[in-house]
């Protein structure tokens, strides 16, 4: 299914974060910006002034609009024509820099938007960049409770009443963050990263059986609400008698593909008297420790190791 960005939709989203505003051409506010299903190698989305290859968004900053100045008139002239020529969608002209006169008219003339930014053009791009990744990103739902423990995307899931809803409660009250719960939209917005967010629909809320619906955000204030974070951890929740024999020195870790992307999961068995919440954060706390170059099982094996070797000698 093709995925299709019109300008409306990105100036909704971004106009308080790069203070947007319309300087011409908001009659073609649904003028399409890109469309994945014209995705090729030789695309390019945005960037600064470009008359060769051409973006789909131009920005425009004090040096673009000097080039300008700097041409002859003729000169001038046709460099305008080819920017509105080609593959342009839409221009941003940030710092709050004045449009030239003549840029505006012909940007008019070719139904090309024209937008002002307060940013310097740097961060607009950035910003930009970041944004039609993520909007043009693959994306997959995955059922589970996302949340952010200790800085870390974790997912919860495993089999209904297993006690997802229960523990992602218990850890809002050691102050870790709800992202997402029952189904999370993931992203794949780089070859090794996966960012989850919150469907709309969804968006504060968390089930819990025997209390209903539950408001995070009015519960426990706005902080305890993240709005998303990178996948780093799947934490599986399994009934101890469903559980099957855990190497009790590596554990139950074991990697699992998504979208191309190898995520860590670990299987914690369900049982009366096991406080999930505090295992849950020695997974996450280990985790860490692992992406730092630190195993503690084969640090557990190489002192063994050395204690054998030392008492052959």
Same mark, same amino acid.
């Given at each position: 299914m093709s995925v299709t960005l019109e300008i409306n939709t990105l100036y909704n989203a971004l106009?308080?974060? =790069?203070?947007? @505003?319309?300087? $011409?051409?908001?009659?073609?506010?649904?003028?399409?910006?890109?469309?994945?299903?014209?995705?090729?190698p030789e695309t390019s989305l945005v960037g600064h002034l470009n008359l060769i290859h051409q973006h789909h968004i131009q920005v425009l900053g004090s040096r673009e609009l000097e080039f300008f100045d700097n041409l002859k008139k003729n000169s001038r002239k046709d460099a305008i024509a080819q920017l509105m020529s080609g593959q342009t969608k839409l221009i941003i002209i940030t710092r709050g820099l004045p449009a030239p006169a003549d840029l505006a008219a012909a940007a008019g003339a070719a139904d090309v938007p024209l937008l002002a930014s307060r940013l310097p053009g740097q961060e607009v791009i950035r910003n930009l960049q970041y944004y039609l990744s993520n909007f043009?990103?693959?994306?997959?739902?995955?059922?589970?409770?996302?949340?952010?423990?200790?800085?870390?995307?974790? =997912?919860?899931? @495993?089999?209904? $009443?297993?006690?997802?809803?229960?523990l992602a409660l218990e850890l809002l009250t050691r102050g870790h963050r709800l992202i997402a719960d029952d189904a999370t939209e993931f992203a794949r917005i780089s070859p090794d990263t996966l960012n989850g967010t919150c469907p709309e629909m969804l968006r504060d809320f968390l089930e819990v059986r025997g209390l209903g619906i539950l408001n995070v955000r009015a519960m426990f204030g706005a902080s305890a609400i993240k709005q998303n974070r990178n996948l780093r951890l799947i934490i599986i929740l399994q009934k101890l008698e469903d559980a099957a024999e855990i190497d009790r020195l590596h554990g139950s870790k074991r990697m699992r593909r998504i979208q191309d992307v190898e995520i860590p999961e670990i299987t914690l068995p369900v049982g009366p008297g096991r406080n999930l919440a505090v295992l849950l954060e020695a997974a996450v706390r280990n985790h860490i420790l692992n992406t730092k170059g630190y195993d503690a099982s084969q640090a557990f094996i190489e002192r063994q190791k050395r204690r054998l070797e030392s008492a052959r000698q």
């Open positions: 106009h308080e974060r =790069l203070g947007l @505003g319309w300087i $011409s051409g908001e009659a073609h506010h649904d003028k399409v910006v890109h469309s994945s299903k014209d995705d090729s043009f990103a693959e994306k997959i739902t995955l059922h589970g409770v996302f949340m952010e423990v200790m800085g870390t995307g974790v =997912l919860i899931t @495993g089999e209904s $009443s297993v006690g997802k809803s229960e």
